[in-house]
């Protein structure tokens, strides 16, 4: 396929967590629609993919989804082009289905390779770009993934990064995972995949275990991001935002 003709690359943003760490903020109030600055967290990552030119969005929700579709029925300042759907775990299951699981049955709207990223992340400089998907396809990885410098919460990092940027299980140096990253639909497929894509049986499966088999094959790149970022798990960390 020609790069004119090229689908659409869609994002998936991560939007079903309970987010006990935030309360009782997240008692009433999902956290991905907590405010930072004045807008809702998630609204940052959104209006960063649509500022790269990623106009299809697809949010997973469970603990008060509700809110988080009625707020963006009316999305303020919403770009041109930009569309919103919804992967409702809540309603379909009554509980979330952790990362990979929820990514399994957001599949059939994402088609081969998609964005990932948590709606709880702050990284308002980090910049989503064609170039990034263009060299990812070419790669022939089932993901890549942006690492971050270990935050106080995390010093011990999640994987390392090799000198031709292949993420790592076992490194003497580990950085933390970002939460964003590009990933290819085979990933989510067997053989490392047990889950039905679509995942109609709703099938509640954490991401750490496919990335790291993932990683013992060399199938899974990485780079380091060392722009503002904030993993907002705690009402201090918010309050540190402003």
Not at 66 to 88: C, D, K, M, V
Not at 133 to 153: E, K, T, Y
Not at 174 to 188: D, E, N, P, Q, V
């Amino acid at each position: 396929m020609s790069l004119s003709h090229r689908a659409p690359t869609p994002a998936m943003i991560l939007a079903a967590g309970r987010g006990m760490r935030m309360r009782p903020l997240t008692d009433t109030t999902p956290k991905p629609l907590l405010v930072v600055q004045g807008r809702p967290l998630m609204l940052w990552s959104m209006d960063a993919l649509a500022r790269g030119g990623f106009h299809h969005m697809v949010v997973n929700t469970a603990w008060l989804g509700e809110q988080i579709e009625a707020h963006f029925t009316t999305w303020p300042h919403r770009p041109e082009g930009a569309t919103l759907t919804f992967s409702h775990e809540g309603q379909d299951f009554g509980y979330a289905l952790e990362t990979a699981g929820g990514i399994s049955r957001a599949l059939p709207l994402l088609g081969e390779v998609f964005w990932v990223l948590a709606g709880d992340v702050y990284a308002p400089a980090f910049e989503f770009t064609q170039a990034s998907v263009d060299r990812f396809v070419a790669s022939g990885q089932l993901a890549h993934l942006w690492l971050v410098p270990n935050p106080s919460h995390n010093p011990e990092g999640d994987f390392g990064l090799s000198e031709d940027g292949l993420a790592l299980n076992e490194a003497p140096v580990k950085f933390t995972y970002s939460t964003i990253g590009l990933y290819h639909r085979a990933l989510f497929e067997p053989p490392w995949c047990e889950t039905i894509p679509g995942n109609p049986q709703g099938t509640a499966a954490p991401l750490a275990p496919l990335l790291r088999a993932a990683m013992d094959a060399g199938r899974v790149s990485a780079e380091l991001y060392t722009g503002p970022w904030t993993d907002v798990g705690t009402p201090e960390r918010l309050q540190e935002l402003g």
